[in-house]
């Protein structure tokens, strides 16, 4: 299968926030990608989605945008029944592993969309509709030349702003304290976001420690959280 998988689709006319490599796909990400994406994938379209028609209830929903290997995702999906998650992904070997985690788990509450955050908020999710996002350690883009790819950009923010519904939140995490700084000052800058904290948050508790995240603390590097809500 190629990075690209049957669920992701199209041409992007922005600048995008991601490389697709040619990652390898374990079998088991295969088979369970090949199981689970007709069940719990929502294919992309540049139609509105009816959110609540997508899970059969009407629960608050919770949009993920970048899962990656999908840990924190099942992990939290898992501990609130009581939200629907969507979570957001472009990697095929991501997106199969978040698949194995589902199908293990059985998470009903817990759905993917494998395409380009940025064109799902603009096609597929109406203003108004979230009652929280998630963007947990986005693609940094260290060189500043590459800066431009970065997710957390002025127009996105508004976007999501526009997306959440009064009270929403929006929650970003990052270990890289260039794009802390940046993202301070672009979530600052939204005039329909208001800062939860002083600055950074304290990390809310319903985000688990990835290993990735106990090792780099334990050698004395930053994670800087950012918890907005919308006005
Ligand atoms: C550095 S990883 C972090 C993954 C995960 N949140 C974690 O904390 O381990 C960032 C992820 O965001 C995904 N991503 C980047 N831009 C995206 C976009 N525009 N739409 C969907 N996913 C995106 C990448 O494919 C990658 O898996």
Redesign the pocket.
């Known amino acids: 299968m190629s990075e690209e998988g049957v669920y992701t689709a199209g041409r992007a006319g922005h600048i995008?926030?991601?490389v697709?490599r040619q990652g390898r796909v374990s079998n088991a990400q295969q088979r369970y990608y090949e199981d689970m994406m007709p069940k719990i994938g929502i294919p992309y379209a540049a139609v509105p989605l009816d959110l609540d028609a997508a899970f059969g209830r009407a629960a608050p929903k919770i949009l993920?945008?970048?899962?990656?290997?999908?840990?924190?995702?099942a992990a939290i999906a898992t501990a609130h029944p009581e939200n629907d998650y969507l979570g957001?992904?472009?990697?095929t070997p991501?997106v199969g592993s978040l698949c194995k985690l589902i199908a293990e788990g059985s998470i009903p509450n817990l759905r993917v969309c494998?395409?380009?955050?940025?064109?799902?908020l603009r096609d597929m999710i109406g203003d108004g509709t979230l009652s929280g996002v998630?963007?947990?350690?986005?693609?940094?883009w260290p060189k500043a030349r590459h800066h431009k790819r970065r997710?957390l950009q002025p127009p996105l923010v508004a976007t999501l702003a526009a997306k959440l519904k009064p009270g929403g939140y929006l929650h970003c995490?990052t270990d890289w304290e260039n794009y802390a700084e940046q993202m301070l000052e672009v979530l600052s800058g939204e005039p329909a976001l208001a800062n939860t904290a002083d600055g950074y948050a304290p990390r809310p508790e319903y985000r688990p420690l990835?290993k990735?995240?106990q090792r780099g603390l334990r050698l004395g590097h930053g994670v800087w959280d950012l918890v907005f809500r919308r006005k």
């Not at 993920?64 to 995702?73: F, L, Q, Y």
């Not at 957001?88 to 990697?91: M, T, Y």
């Open positions: 995008r926030s991601y697709l993920e945008i970048g899962c990656g290997m999908g840990e924190t995702t957001l992904e472009v990697h991501g494998q395409h380009d955050a940025v064109e799902v998630h963007i947990f350690f986005p693609d940094p997710l995490a990835t990735f995240e």
